[in-house]
Protein backbone atom coordinates (compact mmCIF):
# COMPACT_ATOMS: atom_id res chain seq x y z
CA UNK A 1 0.00 0.00 0.00
CA UNK A 2 2.72 2.03 0.67
CA UNK A 3 4.74 1.78 -2.64
CA UNK A 4 1.14 1.84 -4.54
CA UNK A 5 0.45 5.82 -2.64
CA UNK A 6 3.95 6.80 -3.71
CA UNK A 7 3.11 6.72 -7.18
CA UNK A 8 -0.88 7.38 -6.31
CA UNK A 9 -1.24 9.80 -3.59
CA UNK A 10 -4.87 9.47 -1.94
CA UNK A 11 -4.74 13.05 -1.45
CA UNK A 12 -4.99 13.37 -5.17
CA UNK A 13 -8.50 11.92 -5.78
CA UNK A 14 -11.69 13.97 -6.08
CA UNK A 15 -13.22 14.91 -2.85
CA UNK A 16 -16.29 12.54 -3.85
CA UNK A 17 -14.30 9.43 -4.74
CA UNK A 18 -13.43 7.03 -2.63
CA UNK A 19 -10.19 5.47 -3.09
CA UNK A 20 -7.29 2.83 -1.00
CA UNK A 21 -7.82 -0.40 0.92
CA UNK A 22 -11.61 -1.86 0.23
CA UNK A 23 -10.78 -5.10 1.77
CA UNK A 24 -7.80 -7.02 3.30
CA UNK A 25 -4.86 -7.04 6.41
CA UNK A 26 -2.31 -4.73 6.10
CA UNK A 27 -0.30 -6.88 7.69
CA UNK A 28 -0.93 -9.83 4.91
CA UNK A 29 1.99 -10.70 2.78
CA UNK A 30 1.75 -9.84 -0.65
CA UNK A 31 3.15 -11.66 -3.67
CA UNK A 32 0.80 -11.99 -6.03
CA UNK A 33 -1.25 -8.47 -7.54
CA UNK A 34 -3.58 -8.59 -9.84
CA UNK A 35 -4.81 -4.92 -11.80
CA UNK A 36 -8.25 -4.82 -13.33
CA UNK A 37 -10.56 -1.97 -14.49
CA UNK A 38 -13.44 -2.95 -12.36
CA UNK A 39 -13.84 -5.39 -8.89
CA UNK A 40 -16.70 -7.46 -10.68
CA UNK A 41 -17.09 -11.34 -10.00
CA UNK A 42 -15.26 -12.17 -13.17
CA UNK A 43 -12.56 -10.62 -11.95
CA UNK A 44 -12.39 -12.18 -8.21
CA UNK A 45 -12.88 -15.37 -9.99
CA UNK A 46 -9.43 -14.95 -12.22
CA UNK A 47 -7.78 -13.36 -8.64
CA UNK A 48 -9.13 -17.04 -6.73
CA UNK A 49 -7.40 -18.97 -10.05
CA UNK A 50 -4.73 -16.93 -10.30
CA UNK A 51 -4.27 -17.44 -6.42
CA UNK A 52 -3.82 -13.56 -6.01
CA UNK A 53 -2.71 -11.53 -2.69
CA UNK A 54 -4.27 -8.46 -4.15
CA UNK A 55 -6.34 -7.09 -6.27
CA UNK A 56 -5.71 -3.68 -7.87
CA UNK A 57 -8.72 -1.97 -9.47
CA UNK A 58 -9.40 1.64 -10.86
CA UNK A 59 -13.03 1.31 -10.12
CA UNK A 60 -14.25 1.30 -7.04
CA UNK A 61 -16.91 -1.23 -5.61
CA UNK A 62 -18.65 0.98 -3.14
CA UNK A 63 -18.17 4.56 -5.04
CA UNK A 64 -21.78 5.95 -3.42
CA UNK A 65 -21.06 4.11 0.10
CA UNK A 66 -23.03 1.44 1.71
CA UNK A 67 -25.13 0.08 5.12
CA UNK A 68 -24.21 -3.50 4.35
CA UNK A 69 -22.05 -5.99 2.99
CA UNK A 70 -24.35 -8.73 2.71
CA UNK A 71 -24.23 -11.61 0.17
CA UNK A 72 -27.75 -11.36 -0.94
CA UNK A 73 -26.17 -8.41 -3.08
CA UNK A 74 -23.26 -8.27 -5.85
CA UNK A 75 -20.60 -6.51 -4.40
CA UNK A 76 -21.67 -8.01 -0.76
CA UNK A 77 -20.85 -11.59 -2.60
CA UNK A 78 -17.21 -9.90 -3.92
CA UNK A 79 -16.61 -8.84 -0.20
CA UNK A 80 -17.69 -11.89 1.28
CA UNK A 81 -15.88 -14.17 -1.53
CA UNK A 82 -12.92 -12.18 -1.09
CA UNK A 83 -12.19 -11.71 2.64
CA UNK A 84 -12.57 -16.28 2.51
CA UNK A 85 -9.96 -16.21 -0.69
CA UNK A 86 -7.53 -14.05 1.65
CA UNK A 87 -7.73 -11.76 -1.46
CA UNK A 88 -7.36 -7.90 -0.56
CA UNK A 89 -8.86 -5.23 -2.78
CA UNK A 90 -7.01 -1.80 -3.28
CA UNK A 91 -8.52 1.41 -5.49
CA UNK A 92 -6.96 3.86 -7.43
CA UNK A 93 -9.48 5.74 -9.20
CA UNK A 94 -9.13 9.82 -9.45
CA UNK A 95 -5.72 9.65 -7.89
CA UNK A 96 -4.64 7.38 -10.90
CA UNK A 97 -6.22 9.66 -13.08
CA UNK A 98 -4.74 12.95 -11.78
CA UNK A 99 -1.10 11.49 -10.97
CA UNK A 100 1.67 11.84 -13.37
CA UNK A 101 2.29 9.41 -14.97
CA UNK A 102 -1.42 8.47 -14.61
CA UNK A 103 -4.50 6.91 -16.54
CA UNK A 104 -4.46 9.57 -19.51
CA UNK A 105 -1.10 8.98 -19.87
CA UNK A 106 -1.07 5.74 -21.04
CA UNK A 107 -3.94 6.12 -23.19
CA UNK A 108 -2.05 9.09 -25.04
CA UNK A 109 0.38 6.89 -25.99
CA UNK A 110 -1.66 3.76 -26.97
CA UNK A 111 -3.49 6.11 -29.34
CA UNK A 112 0.04 7.30 -30.77
CA UNK A 113 0.96 10.40 -28.64
CA UNK A 114 4.31 9.53 -27.80
CA UNK A 115 5.65 13.11 -27.19
CA UNK A 116 5.73 16.02 -24.42
CA UNK A 117 2.14 15.60 -22.88
CA UNK A 118 0.18 18.26 -20.43
CA UNK A 119 -2.57 17.30 -18.36
CA UNK A 120 -5.48 19.12 -19.68
CA UNK A 121 -7.40 20.12 -16.96
CA UNK A 122 -4.43 20.65 -14.88
CA UNK A 123 -4.91 19.64 -10.79
CA UNK A 124 -4.06 22.26 -7.73
CA UNK A 125 -1.96 19.35 -6.32
CA UNK A 126 0.86 20.21 -8.27
CA UNK A 127 2.20 21.61 -12.18
CA UNK A 128 2.26 18.10 -13.76
CA UNK A 129 -0.76 16.81 -12.17
CA UNK A 130 -4.32 17.10 -13.55
CA UNK A 131 -7.08 14.98 -15.38
CA UNK A 132 -6.62 14.09 -19.10
CA UNK A 133 -3.36 14.93 -21.35
CA UNK A 134 -2.78 16.64 -24.08
CA UNK A 135 -0.12 16.39 -26.64
CA UNK A 136 1.27 16.43 -30.34
CA UNK A 137 1.53 13.58 -33.27
CA UNK A 138 4.86 13.31 -34.46
CA UNK A 139 3.07 13.90 -37.77
CA UNK A 140 -0.50 14.80 -38.80
CA UNK A 141 -2.82 12.17 -40.04
CA UNK A 142 -6.42 12.47 -41.21
CA UNK A 143 -9.40 12.11 -38.23
CA UNK A 144 -9.71 8.68 -40.24
CA UNK A 145 -6.35 7.67 -39.93
CA UNK A 146 -6.27 8.77 -36.45
CA UNK A 147 -9.27 6.85 -35.37
CA UNK A 148 -8.22 3.43 -37.44
CA UNK A 149 -4.79 4.20 -35.09
CA UNK A 150 -6.39 4.82 -32.25
CA UNK A 151 -9.02 1.61 -32.42
CA UNK A 152 -5.60 -0.79 -33.20
CA UNK A 153 -4.01 0.62 -30.22
CA UNK A 154 -7.19 0.49 -27.85
CA UNK A 155 -8.54 -3.46 -26.38
CA UNK A 156 -11.31 -4.43 -28.65
CA UNK A 157 -15.01 -4.03 -27.42
CA UNK A 158 -18.52 -4.36 -29.07
CA UNK A 159 -18.90 -1.02 -29.28
CA UNK A 160 -15.74 -0.02 -31.03
CA UNK A 161 -14.94 3.66 -31.61
CA UNK A 162 -17.94 6.58 -32.38
CA UNK A 163 -16.17 9.10 -34.50
CA UNK A 164 -17.55 12.89 -35.14
CA UNK A 165 -16.33 14.94 -37.53
CA UNK A 166 -14.95 14.82 -41.24
CA UNK A 167 -12.84 12.07 -42.26
CA UNK A 168 -10.27 14.14 -44.10
CA UNK A 169 -10.05 16.83 -41.57
CA UNK A 170 -6.04 16.79 -40.49
CA UNK A 171 -4.99 16.33 -36.72
CA UNK A 172 -2.07 16.36 -35.48
CA UNK A 173 -2.80 18.14 -31.43
CA UNK A 174 -4.64 15.77 -29.62
CA UNK A 175 -6.72 15.57 -26.22
CA UNK A 176 -7.50 12.66 -24.36
CA UNK A 177 -9.22 11.94 -21.21
CA UNK A 178 -9.39 8.05 -19.84
CA UNK A 179 -13.14 7.16 -18.57
CA UNK A 180 -16.15 9.50 -18.62
CA UNK A 181 -15.28 12.84 -20.53
CA UNK A 182 -18.12 15.26 -21.09
CA UNK A 183 -17.09 17.40 -18.70
CA UNK A 184 -14.13 18.29 -19.91
CA UNK A 185 -15.01 18.96 -23.72
CA UNK A 186 -14.81 22.90 -22.75
CA UNK A 187 -10.99 22.09 -21.75
CA UNK A 188 -10.27 20.41 -25.07
CA UNK A 189 -11.17 23.26 -26.95
CA UNK A 190 -9.89 25.74 -25.42
CA UNK A 191 -6.37 23.44 -25.46
CA UNK A 192 -6.58 23.64 -29.18
CA UNK A 193 -6.57 20.29 -29.95
CA UNK A 194 -7.62 19.17 -33.42
CA UNK A 195 -9.90 16.08 -32.13
CA UNK A 196 -10.45 15.11 -28.39
CA UNK A 197 -10.47 11.45 -27.47
CA UNK A 198 -12.26 9.97 -24.22
CA UNK A 199 -15.76 7.98 -23.24
CA UNK A 200 -19.13 8.31 -22.66
CA UNK A 201 -20.04 11.13 -24.56
CA UNK A 202 -23.90 12.32 -24.66
CA UNK A 203 -25.83 13.01 -27.82
CA UNK A 204 -27.03 16.51 -26.91
CA UNK A 205 -22.98 17.93 -25.45
CA UNK A 206 -21.21 16.40 -28.85
CA UNK A 207 -23.80 17.48 -31.10
CA UNK A 208 -23.93 21.20 -30.16
CA UNK A 209 -20.34 20.85 -29.23
CA UNK A 210 -19.04 19.44 -33.11
CA UNK A 211 -21.87 22.25 -34.52
CA UNK A 212 -20.00 24.64 -32.31
CA UNK A 213 -16.59 24.34 -34.28
CA UNK A 214 -15.31 22.04 -31.61
CA UNK A 215 -12.73 19.46 -31.97
CA UNK A 216 -13.21 16.20 -34.13
CA UNK A 217 -14.80 13.80 -31.42
CA UNK A 218 -13.71 10.13 -30.83
CA UNK A 219 -15.92 8.03 -28.42
CA UNK A 220 -14.68 4.92 -27.00
CA UNK A 221 -15.73 2.43 -24.80
CA UNK A 222 -15.01 3.68 -20.83
CA UNK A 223 -13.56 0.14 -19.99
CA UNK A 224 -10.87 0.54 -23.03
CA UNK A 225 -9.80 4.54 -22.48
CA UNK A 226 -8.81 2.72 -18.59
CA UNK A 227 -7.44 -0.24 -19.37
CA UNK A 228 -4.06 0.76 -21.01
CA UNK A 229 -3.01 1.99 -17.43
CA UNK A 230 -3.10 -1.74 -16.11
CA UNK A 231 0.19 -2.35 -17.34
CA UNK A 232 1.65 0.83 -16.18
CA UNK A 233 0.38 0.84 -12.71
CA UNK A 234 1.85 -2.84 -12.52
CA UNK A 235 5.01 -1.95 -14.04
CA UNK A 236 5.68 0.93 -11.75
CA UNK A 237 4.47 -1.01 -8.92
CA UNK A 238 6.89 -3.97 -9.53
CA UNK A 239 10.01 -1.22 -9.93
CA UNK A 240 8.98 0.71 -6.49
CA UNK A 241 9.17 -2.43 -4.64
CA UNK A 242 12.39 -3.54 -6.31
CA UNK A 243 13.86 -0.62 -5.25
CA UNK A 244 13.19 -1.83 -1.33
CA UNK A 245 14.71 -5.19 -2.47
CA UNK A 246 11.21 -6.65 -2.48
CA UNK A 247 9.68 -8.91 -5.32
CA UNK A 248 6.26 -9.55 -6.18
CA UNK A 249 4.56 -11.23 -9.10
CA UNK A 250 1.64 -9.23 -11.11
CA UNK A 251 -0.75 -9.71 -13.69
CA UNK A 252 -3.16 -7.90 -16.05
CA UNK A 253 -6.49 -8.76 -16.68
CA UNK A 254 -7.31 -8.91 -20.14
CA UNK A 255 -10.61 -9.74 -19.10
CA UNK A 256 -13.22 -7.52 -20.80
CA UNK A 257 -15.37 -5.59 -18.43
CA UNK A 258 -17.23 -3.34 -20.45
CA UNK A 259 -21.14 -2.76 -19.41
CA UNK A 260 -21.82 -3.68 -23.05
CA UNK A 261 -21.24 -6.87 -24.44
CA UNK A 262 -22.82 -6.55 -27.96
CA UNK A 263 -24.18 -4.57 -30.98
CA UNK A 264 -27.38 -4.96 -33.39
CA UNK A 265 -28.04 -2.95 -36.90
CA UNK A 266 -30.66 -3.07 -38.46
CA UNK A 267 -29.82 -5.29 -41.90
CA UNK A 268 -28.97 -3.55 -45.26
CA UNK A 269 -31.52 -4.00 -48.41
Not at 187 to 215: I, K, M, N, Q, Y
Request: glycine share 10%; hydrophobic share 45%.
Amino acid sequence: MAALETLYDPAWAESWDAVGLVCGDPDQPVRRVLFAVDPTWAVVREAREWEADLVVTHHPLYLKGTTSVAASTPKGRVIHTLIRSGIALYTAHTNADNANPGVSDALARAVGLDGELTPLAPSPYGESLGIGRVGDLASPVTLARFAERAAAGLPATAAGLRVAGDPDREIRRVAVSGGAGDSLLGAARASGADVFLTADLRHHPASEFVEAGGPALVDAAHWATEWPWLGDAAALLTSRLAQRGINVETHVSSRVTDAWTTTAQRGMK
